[in-house]
């Protein structure tokens, strides 16, 4: 047996950009809420004082840990919203889930000063070093990620290209609405303000911009429920982009 | 013990069936694939073994379903944390496979791949023994592309990312190569009863 590591012989789709640190993965840190800020009827974004974050890169997601007194615990994975460069500090955005444990608890519990536990970051996959051009499709919560890339690019003032398609269901329900700057086209699927048409994320969205790569073409990241997350990869497919060049982060 | 003040959380689930840290999805069954759901047709779906074996093979979808067919009824376990009860999957043993195959005495390991490129690497000792399968059927319906299909491997005892989708082959090896997520940080084997869930754990 040789010792060359074995290749499939069909080339994955997303091999890890990153590699990942042994270790950090494995232990629990207390994360301490420091804010809470509403982005949306639904959603909030809760910062955390984590002293000893070992930092991450935009696109990872840690697991949280809630506890009870009897010792029973949940346990969730979310995507980090802040950029790396926030030392101390992550910030994640949580959708209120209709009767779920964890976000519940977060939106109808937590107050400042409360202590969780977290552990990560994890996964490379989906982590964008800002390296490469990069198209990003999101939905809902799934912009989560997504966000920690734009902020990145601007934090660092990056001049890679970077495209951010994002749907929500209307203005109101738009996660970071004030942030975004020309890199982002919002898409609204149930109402938009006069003038701004309304209506699933479409082909005559993705078509242009892979019309427009950038030499070397696009790496393409796409964030959001399962329903999102096929709907998005066959509009991107359909227009083009590599299926080794799309990574996917379903929310389940 | 970091007790989170205020949270109870749901009515707890009695009796051993819950690993630790895991939840009951109920009837959800997330999908957390990476990678973009391939248009795979079951005609064109084959599954090969090779690497250390006395007899390297590849079968055809109908040459699998020539195979006796064996079916798994129990309880699945994802590492973002939600367990599936009671779920029925048909197929054919991973053993019928093997013993075609034969692997040779210093076989340890193998790495599971799938048409997408995905791989994941398992002890031989996980994939032997009545614990493992490829799946064609999910109640008794033909297994949906999202989750697999037309055929996905099955190894209901360690957390389900082991069980690759869209299944094409094991390679057998004598030494453990990491998988795409065992890569990315996961657990080499993902024990959901040890909570196997990352590298060091
Ligand atoms: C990699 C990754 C990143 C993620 N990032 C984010 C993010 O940035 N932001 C975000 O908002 N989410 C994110 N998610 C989703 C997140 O992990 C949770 O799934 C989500 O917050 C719901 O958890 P919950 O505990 O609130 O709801 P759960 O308690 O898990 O419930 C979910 C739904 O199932 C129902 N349900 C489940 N089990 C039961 C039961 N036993 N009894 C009754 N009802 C039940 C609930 O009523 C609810 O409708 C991410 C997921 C993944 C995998």
């Given at each position: 047996?040789?010792?060359?590591?074995?290749?499939?012989?069909?080339?994955?789709?997303?091999?890890?950009?990153?590699?990942?640190?042994?270790?950090?993965?494995?232990?629990?840190?207390?994360?301490?809420?420091?804010?809470?800020?509403?982005?949306?009827?639904?959603?909030?974004?809760?910062?955390?004082?984590?002293?000893?974050?070992?930092?991450?890169?935009?696109?990872?997601?840690?697991?949280?840990?809630?506890?009870?007194?009897?010792?029973?615990?949940?346990?969730?994975?979310?995507?980090?919203?802040?950029?790396?460069?926030?030392?101390?500090?992550?910030?994640?955005?949580?959708?209120?889930?209709?009767?779920?444990?964890?976000?519940?608890?977060?939106?109808?519990?937590?107050?400042?000063?409360?202590?969780?536990?977290?552990?990560?970051?994890?996964?490379?996959?989906?982590?964008?070093?800002?390296?490469?051009?990069?198209?990003?499709?999101?939905?809902?919560?799934?912009?989560?990620?997504?966000?920690?890339?734009?902020?990145?690019?601007?934090?660092?003032?990056?001049?890679?290209?970077?495209?951010?398609?994002?749907?929500?269901?209307?203005?109101?329900?738009?996660?970071?609405?004030?942030?975004?700057?020309?890199?982002?086209?919002?898409?609204?699927?149930?109402?938009?303000?006069?003038?701004?048409?309304?209506?699933?994320?479409?082909?005559?969205?993705?078509?242009?911009?892979?019309?427009?790569?950038?030499?070397?073409?696009?790496?393409?990241?796409?964030?959001?429920?399962?329903?999102?997350?096929?709907?998005?990869?066959?509009?991107?497919?359909?227009?083009?982009?590599?299926?080794?060049?799309?990574?996917?982060?379903?929310?389940? | 013990?970091?007790?989170?003040?205020?949270?109870?959380?749901?009515?707890?689930?009695?009796?051993?069936?819950?690993?630790?840290?895991?939840?009951?999805?109920?009837?959800?069954?997330?999908?957390?694939?990476?990678?973009?759901?391939?248009?795979?047709?079951?005609?064109?779906?084959?599954?090969?073994?090779?690497?250390?074996?006395?007899?390297?093979?590849?079968?055809?979808?109908?040459?699998?379903?020539?195979?006796?067919?064996?079916?798994?009824?129990?309880?699945?376990?994802?590492?973002?944390?939600?367990?599936?009860?009671?779920?029925?999957?048909?197929?054919?043993?991973?053993?019928?496979?093997?013993?075609?195959?034969?692997?040779?005495?210093?076989?340890?390991?193998?790495?599971?791949?799938?048409?997408?490129?995905?791989?994941?690497?398992?002890?031989?000792?996980?994939?032997?023994?009545?614990?493992?399968?490829?799946?064609?059927?999910?109640?008794?319906?033909?297994?949906?592309?999202?989750?697999?299909?037309?055929?996905?491997?099955?190894?209901?005892?360690?957390?389900?990312?082991?069980?690759?989708?869209?299944?094409?082959?094991?390679?057998?090896?004598?030494?453990?190569?990491?998988?795409?997520?065992?890569?990315?940080?996961?657990h080499a084997r993902g024990n959901p009863w040890e909570e196997q869930r990352y590298s060091g754990d």
């Amino acid at each position: 047996m040789t010792s060359q590591p074995f290749v499939p012989p069909t080339r994955f789709a997303v091999p890890g950009r990153i590699a990942v640190g042994e270790g950090t993965a494995s232990v629990w840190q207390t994360a301490t809420l420091t804010e809470i800020r509403r982005e949306t009827p639904r959603a909030a974004t809760f910062r955390f004082a984590v002293p000893d974050w070992a930092g991450h890169l935009p696109g990872q997601h840690l697991m949280l840990r809630l506890t009870a007194r009897d010792g029973y615990v949940a346990q969730r994975h979310y995507s980090i919203a802040s950029p790396p460069d926030d030392a101390g500090h992550i910030e994640l955005t949580l959708d209120h889930v209709e009767g779920g444990e964890v976000s519940g608890w977060f939106h109808t519990v937590a107050r400042p000063g409360d202590e969780v536990r977290v552990r990560g970051p994890l996964s490379g996959f989906f982590a964008w070093p800002g390296d490469r051009p990069a198209l990003l499709l999101g939905a809902g919560s799934g912009v989560v990620p997504l966000m920690s890339m734009v902020r990145h690019h601007r934090a660092r003032g990056l001049d890679v290209p970077l495209r951010l398609l994002v749907s929500a269901r209307g203005p109101r329900e738009l996660i970071y609405a004030d942030e975004y700057g020309a890199e982002t086209t919002p898409v609204f699927t149930r109402g938009a303000p006069e003038g701004v048409p309304v209506g699933r994320m479409s082909a005559a969205h993705v078509a242009p911009l892979l019309a427009d790569a950038p030499p070397g073409g696009w790496e393409a990241y796409v964030c959001g429920s399962n329903g999102f997350a096929e709907h998005a990869s066959r509009l991107l497919v359909a227009a083009g982009q590599p299926v080794d060049r799309i990574r996917i982060e379903r929310f389940g | 013990m970091n007790v989170t003040r205020g949270f109870t959380g749901r009515p707890r689930v009695a009796g051993p069936h819950l690993p630790p840290g895991q939840y009951d999805a109920g009837d959800d069954w997330p999908v957390l694939s990476a990678e973009v759901t391939p248009e795979l047709a079951a005609a064109d779906w084959t599954f090969r073994i090779d690497g250390l074996v006395a007899e390297p093979r590849t079968w055809t979808w109908d040459e699998a379903h020539a195979l006796p067919g064996s079916v798994y009824e129990g309880d699945i376990h994802c590492v973002t944390s939600w367990s599936k009860f009671g779920v029925r999957f048909g197929g054919v043993s991973l053993d019928a496979f093997l013993d075609l195959v034969r692997p040779e005495a210093t076989a340890t390991h193998a790495v599971a791949y799938s048409h997408t490129g995905y791989t994941a690497n398992l002890p031989l000792a996980d994939l032997t023994g009545g614990r493992a399968w490829i799946a064609f059927t999910y109640g008794g319906e033909p297994l949906p592309a999202e989750h697999g299909g037309p055929a996905r491997l099955l190894v209901p005892h360690l957390y389900f990312w082991k069980s690759a989708k869209w299944i094409a082959g094991l390679r057998i090896l004598d030494h453990d190569e990491p998988g795409f997520w065992e890569q990315n940080g996961y657990h080499a084997r993902g024990n959901p009863w040890e909570e196997q869930r990352y590298s060091g754990d």
